[in-house]
């Protein structure tokens, strides 16, 4: 394969993780299917193609725990505040004036903030990583963990 054409199949499989945003699972699906029908042509694409894959597994994975924990975060936050004490009637005596003014909403604002970072970190990845797949250099995603070998 020529050199010009395995870095364009690089760089493309390394975009293909923004299938993702198209699709459930397509930052997965897509890289997988591009980096079977390429890694036979050369080492190269089938290194770049394991890096991608195994980045957007760690990735998803990632996501899940922190999602998890989030919910978790909030749902406790949330109803340590709300008296469950004898009956369920008491519900529409709920404050959730105070609940506000008492800026419990900090909380859920700031796991908000840190997905936000999360997905910028991903995109800025994913770019870098296409970029210099495209000029044949080889690149390891950070904190990416070693599913596929």
Known sequence: MKKNSENTSAFLIHLSAFA???????GIIV?????QTKKSESNYLDEQGKEVVNFN???????FVFATISVLIVIFSFFKHIPFLEHLEHLDSINFEAFIEERHFIIPLFIFSICGFFA????????????????G????????????K
């Open 120 to 135: 910028t970190l991903k995109f800025i990845l994913i770019i870098t990583g296409a970029l210099k797949a495209h000029k």
């Open 31 to 35: 890289p997988l299917i591009l980096w």
């Open 20 to 26: 993702n945003y198209i699709f459930p699972f397509g």
């Open 137 to 148: 250099e080889k690149y390891a995603y950070p904190f990416t963990i070693s599913f596929i």
């Open 57 to 63: 597994i760690s990735y998803l994975l990632y996501q």
